[in-house]
């Protein structure tokens, strides 16, 4: 059941790093609040739409809260980041979340991480740095903080949707982010950007596959994967996301792929399959026997 939950957790990653190419190829250039309002508010009303449910008592505040940790303040962080850095730095600091979650997860839901699951994220980091980063690269201190402020912002986000368990379905929890993420972003486009540009049928088709895909499926099953499954877990299957990028782009548009791109791929990989808690366990029970047991990140064994 585990491998299930994990398997279907990982498609959110590769379908966030899908949408680096959809968005450079279909989407409207140099508006990127507008990208993100339309990513979240008209998907989030469609969403609430089919699951009619509003918050009620404390989730009033607690909707508002993961809204605009998860989707608005982390959505303009993260584009004000991609204007001030390269893409590969840019990445390569967004690499850090798994070990703010990691660490996040340990001091607010007592999820303690194991040694080897935050090597492996320290090595998955490494991956992706020799992955996306190129020579050359000038360093912005604001687009450094957005970047940092961006992984913290969601970092908390998510060890909050495991801390505050909703009296509802994934579904509805999704769409109340979305529509409270939407409606911070909305004012903030306007002053920015101001009015919508024009859109045509490729724009279209790219914004129905970012909502649909890269965002409902996406948080979705990111959102049950929190829920259900360790936070190292989750942690490190989100650092495939750059993994599927370079992959998309070596296939769909072209671009480079050497020798260290190969490497960096390979350690990322490394990285999220050796820091996993599962295996970590199977490792346990072939040290200590068939009885051995894992309770949370630490080592039970059934006394004789």
Sequence with gaps: ????????????????GSGYYVTETYLPPDRPLFGALVRALPFGLLLLAF???????????????????????????????AYRLPGGLAATLTATSPIAIMLLAWLLVRERPHVASIAGAAVGAVGVAL??????????????????GAV????????????????????????????????????????????PPPIDARAVGGFLFIGLVGTLLAFVVWFRGLRELPAAAVALVGLLNPVAGTLIGILLAGESFGATQAGG??????????????????????????DAAVVGDREHVPAA
């Design 265 to 290: 791929m390979a350690l990322v990989l490394a990285g999220v399959l050796a820091g996993q808690p599962a295996v970590l366990a199977a490792l346990r029970r072939r040290q200590n026997g068939p």
């Design 152 to 195: 913290a912002m969601s970092s908390l986000g998510y060890v909050l949707v495991k801390r505050w368990s909703a009296p509802v379905d994934l579904l509805t929890l999704t769409a109340w982010q979305l529509v409270a993420g939407g409606l911070v972003l909305l004012p903030v486009a306007l002053l920015v950007e101001g009015a």
């Design 51 to 81: 699951r009619p449910q509003l918050p009620r008592g404390a989730w009033w505040w607690r909707a508002a809260v993961l809204g605009v940790l998860n989707v608005g303040a982390f959505f303009v962080l993260v584009f004000v980041a």
């Design 131 to 148: 992955l996306v980063l190129r020579s050359g690269f000038a360093v912005d201190p604001y687009g450094v903080a957005a970047s940092l």
């Design 1 to 16: 059941m585990e491998t299930k939950v994990l398997v279907t957790t990982a498609l959110a990653p590769i379908a966030w």
